[in-house]
């Protein structure tokens, strides 16, 4: 507009006779700096011009959320399980006391992990959007060490897996973890099962939809608490039948009389800790997926806090360069 408006004739003959040229120069230089800057058209980026730390902060950042609902949903488990009183139905199937020491230390671990999982996302979070070097280091040094501890815990799991006698330590605490979870289950058949009980119905519950009897098989019954007290004219309870329907209020054995007989198909013969054993073998690819994916993300995290950590270095190290130059040039 300055620069038109110079360029006029009429204004050129008025400022020709009472200003000298040089006093309308910057006048000419500014508007010439306006003129370019409008003709001039900034490209939009491409996919291949963003800034790699820009995709790494946002993978960062994606990372460390999907970590803080997994550490909300861990540190809610352990709550839940000090907390709520239904719980101690479930464990008495285990024969495990909720007010015992062992209880608590999974209850104070899970809740550990957690608020672990809730710190180390919070670091990687505020580190990724503050671009604080400190914070992304502390959270590498984290994410490192976890990282390492997975890996190393998935080989040995592996190994073992191949190889029973590959590493002794690992296949003698699995053996032991097996032997104990059996009798515990059986003490909690044997010693505390009575139908009309919240204990009793949960089991009714569990054999009904795993398909088995007792803990090892129908012989848990056998002298067991329900046996001596009860007095039943069967050697196990209805549940332990193929049913009519497993979605009826009251399950009705399909036929009791050959159930209680022992004739084959009629009755489960399984226990039900061969089923649990069962079921999660049958689900251990989800359950490896799972951690697999875990570790991935982990990995991910890990590579993206070090690209911006890096670029971060870089970029401050060419800022104070330039900046240590301005005073020797002039």
């Avoid at 620069?3 to 006048?27: D, H, I, K, M, T």
């Avoid at 960062?60 to 803080?68: D, E, H």
């Avoid at 999974?106 to 959007?129: D, H, P, S, T």
């Amino acid at each position: 507009m300055i620069y038109s408006f110079y360029q006029n004739e009429r204004c050129s003959r008025v400022f020709s006779a009472p200003f000298p040229v040089g006093v309308l120069a910057p006048v000419q230089t500014i508007a010439d700096q306006i003129a370019a800057l409008s003709k001039k058209k900034e490209k939009p980026l491409e996919i291949g011009q963003i800034p790699m730390s820009a995709c790494a902060r946002s993978f960062l950042i994606l990372s460390n959320i999907i970590f803080l609902i997994v550490g909300g949903g861990l540190s809610g488990v352990g709550v839940w399980m000090m907390t709520d009183p239904k719980i101690e139905t479930y464990f008495d199937i285990l024969n495990v006391d909720q007010s015992s020491s062992s209880f608590k230390r999974i209850c104070y671990a899970l809740l550990a992990v957690g608020i672990f999982a809730l710190l180390v996302a919070f670091l990687g979070c505020c580190g990724a959007v503050q671009k604080s070097k400190c914070l992304l280091t502390l959270f590498l040094i984290l994410v490192g060490v976890i990282t390492v501890m997975e890996a190393g815990l998935g080989v040995m799991v592996v190994v073992s897996k191949d190889s029973a006698t590959a590493i002794p330590v690992l296949s003698a605490l699995m053996s032991d973890m097996q032997d104990k979870l059996r009798t515990q289950l059986k003490q909690s058949v044997t010693e505390h099962y009575l139908p009309d009980t919240l204990l009793g119905t949960t089991w009714d519950n569990v054999q009904i939809e795993l398909e088995c009897c007792g803990a090892t098989g129908p012989e848990d019954y056998k002298n067991s608490r329900w046996t001596n007290e009860t007095r039943p004219e069967t050697d196990y309870p209805d549940t332990c039948c193929v049913l009519m329907s497993k979605e009826a209020a009251v399950p009705e054995p399909s036929n009791k009389l050959l159930c209680h007989f022992g004739t084959a198909g009629f009755y489960f013969e399984t226990g039900c800790y061969d089923k649990m054993i069962g079921w999660f073998q049958d689900n251990s690819m989800y359950i490896i997926a799972s951690a697999g994916a875990v570790f991935v993300i982990e990995v991910v995290g890990f590579v993206s806090a070090f690209i911006i950590c890096k670029n971060g270095i870089k970029k401050k190290s060419k800022e104070s360069r330039q900046q240590s130059a301005k005073p020797a040039e002039r």
